[in-house]
């Protein structure tokens, strides 16, 4: 697999998984054996498809901008704007993929609410 159509399988996960076809991201990007590593579930695919299917119910019109994307090796990284609706501040948001066999098998999110007032003139993004 191409360094490219890694950073677009990423991509595509997240797009999907945003847009509620969680099943579906499910089934087309990740590989057997999938492990995650986000503190609030347990670590395997199901309690992540469950909390993201729940996630989608709640939160319909949930906004996702790509910032950056990069990649090294088998593992890519991506930098996104997430809002769960239009009024929501959201957070910064990285997402760093593991790949194996052209598909996604290890996953870390880190999470970091946009505070409201900032010093940093310079903004998340």
Do not use: C
């Amino acid at each position: 697999m191409t360094n490219s159509s890694q950073k677009e399988t990423a991509i595509a996960l997240l797009k999907a998984a945003a847009a509620g076809k969680v099943d579906e991201a499910f089934e087309r990007y990740v590989g057997p054996g999938f492990i995650h590593h986000n503190p609030f579930f347990r670590g395997d695919a199901d309690s992540l498809k469950q909390a993201m299917r729940q996630n989608a119910v709640e939160n319909p019109g949930k906004i996702l901008e790509i910032k950056q994307v990069l990649q090294d090796g088998d593992r890519v990284v991506i930098l996104s704007h997430i809002r769960q609706h239009t009024g929501d501040r959201g957070a910064a948001v990285v997402h760093i993929f593991r790949f194996s066999a052209g598909r996604v098998v290890e996953v870390w999110d880190i999470g970091q609410p946009i505070p409201e007032d900032s010093p940093n003139q310079n903004g998340m993004f």
